[in-house]
């Protein structure tokens, strides 16, 4: 494999074989499984909770047809509510949802908690300061273009806010996600989305949330690391106490994605930087970590159908494996929706070299 495979390895020399003005960067659970194998992988949330204390509740996922968490909840916190005017004698029904809408946030909060690192320092700091030379490559310097990630986890955002590099000179990243200060309550331990006007600007949209953005129903917030301090368990299981639901796209087909980004101005906002930067004709593309599932087709389609002219696809191990010749059909059915006066050149090259986390 040629290309990007060994473009990767050397710092500032990344991709000069042709003339383009920015580069960007399509994330996908592969990034984080690199870090951890051990605790990420590309298992859902719903798949590894255990329910076996409320059986009731996974039925209620199958009579709701969805695999979304915060969905459920709310059913059954909105259904314990509204019992009591339709049943003269409602029993103990109300009750029993609230119980269990409070049990299903707790077995989400562990569920998250068992799949991700506690804080920070969990990981090697050798390992941010490798992923921060990496993300260089598309947020700083002349070329500099955006991040986009399909994971919800943290690392990406505790990466970008590990600056402490040591005894060497400090890799400097551009980046800006759109949140600010609370005009109101500037001290307070978290930031608030600046809106669509002032996400114009920003170059790191995480376009399936994440763990530290909640939605408190007035505002969309970040809780910093910085500000906060807490374990991510204590913080989810926080927010979950006073009805804060963190902002995550997890589960479901493409078309049950696409239907929830589309009623959250921050995520929509996300997709349409996204499309924006596909049609610009002298950028290029690159994909780690991503299997290009159909259930992503929401945000794949439009990297097909986009008119920029060169898009990298990671693949890991060997090309003859039958999921790198999914991934290798996949690429090739986009570079197919590709209207002919802007043809789409895939690239593939060695995940492993790009060397993301050292």
Known sequence: MKGASSS?????QFLVSFDISKRHLLLGNGFSIACRADIFHYGSLYDQADFSRTPEVEAVFT???????????????????????????????PTKMLEHAAILKEILVQT?????????????DAKFWACRRFLSHFLSGEKAGCVFTLNYDLLLYWTLMHEDLPSEDPIELTKNDGFGNDEDEPDVDYVVWQGETNAHSANVMFLHGALHLFDSGKDLLKYTWIRKGLPLIDQVR?????????????EGTSAQKKDKIRHNAYLYQGLKQLANNVTQGKHCWFIFGHSLAANDDHILTRIGRGRFKKLYVGIYGDPLEDWNKTIIARARWLAGLRHERWPLDVVFYDAESAQVWG
């Open 8 to 12: 990767l390895r050397q710092r500032g």
């Open 238 to 250: 926080a927010a979950l106490a006073g009805s804060k639901f963190p902002l995550f796209v997890a």
């Open 112 to 124: 998250i908690a068992g799949n991700h690192p506690h804080i920070p320092s969990d990981i090697p």
């Open 63 to 93: 009579a709701l047809v969805t695999k979304d968490f915060e969905a459920v909840i709310h059913t059954l916190e909105s259904a314990a509510t509204i019992l009591p005017a339709y049943v003269d004698d409602g029993g103990a029904a």
